[in-house]
């Protein structure tokens, strides 16, 4: 086999590797998974996850409440439902699914989980605030002479 032949099986693979992710994984394609220990003492689940569209982001699930996870994406990818991070913070993850044992690649995955944490509350606490009922003002009876 020559280079050419070697280049077009390379390429043609792509595209059937490409495929075969959209319908086996609907584009989303799943590389790991570490768990990291917050603040509080819980144990978080972060998937480290890539695709076309979204680009690198994570999802990292809470323990005390299964419904609700936390999505950060590179890149600024949709502001509001996505929060940031940069391409290192999440290589640091990448890196850590690959060589778990490693302190200091933990250690500096544990602080961008109790930021992330911390801004994901924050924001929730925020959106309470703006669709909670108003507070009832004590209307003074009038009295009239």
């Known amino acids: ?13 792509k595209y059937v590797y490409q495929l075969w992710n959209e319908m086996q994984n609907d584009g989303k394609e799943y590389i790991s998974e570490t768990s990291i220990k917050n603040n509080s003492g819980h144990i978080l689940k972060v ?9 690198r982001y ?5 323990p005390w409440n299964a419904d609700r ?6 890149d600024n990818y949709q502001p509001g ?3 940031a991070i940069s391409r290192d913070e999440w290589h640091i993850f990448f890196l850590l699914t690959n060589f778990q044992h490693d302190s200091e690649l933990y250690a500096y995955a544990e602080k961008i989980v ?8 924050n924001n929730e606490n925020q959106k309470r605030s703006l669709i909670s009922p108003p507070t009832q003002l004590h209307q003074a009876k009038s009295q009239v002479a």
């Open 1 to 13: 086999m020559n280079l050419s032949q070697f280049v077009a099986f390379y390429e043609a693979g």
């Open 47 to 55: 998937k480290v996850c890539f695709n076309s569209a979204r680009q």
């Open 58 to 62: 994570l999802q990292i699930k809470l």
């Open 69 to 74: 996870k936390i999505l950060a994406g590179v």
């Open 81 to 83: 439902e996505y929060l």
């Open 114 to 121: 109790n930021r992330l944490v911390d801004k994901a509350n």
